[in-house]
């Protein structure tokens, strides 16, 4: 077993560092996770981390970055959930399509405008599965528009 990517290292970093699971990286229980034990933790950190974890070949890691940034979006801190949005906007698998529309639906929750400003640039190149998730909770005429591409 190999320490989780997201873990800090240094001696100081494993102290201060949360105890987790050591099968972390790899269960599929770890996103759901993920806004609960990785995104509080970095909400007042160094967020880089996410990119490591956003460019993994696991995808249990970039599903856990954009599931992190669930916690930033609870303090109205978008940049991240949008920074990656854009970074995995053509990822092949489909979990993380449905984790990123989930947390750009999170978004849409407490700031719809910011939500449909980040969407009409990109709804047109964006996976079906992960528009549908971002658009869930639209009204259906303007769910409509995304989907027939006429925004």
Known sequence: MHAAPWAPTGTVARRSWPRAPTSVETSPAAPTRAPYIVGPWLVDEERGVLDRLAGSDLVWDRRIAVMATFAFIRADDF??????????????????????????????????????EFLLRRYRAMPRVMLRYAIEKFEPQRRRGYLSGTL
């Open 79 to 116: 940049r991240w959930t949008f920074r990656l949005g854009d970074r995995l906007l053509h990822d092949p698998h489909d979990l993380v399509r449905k984790a990123v529309g989930w947390m750009l639906r999170e978004v849409g929750n407490r700031d719809r405008a910011a939500e449909e």
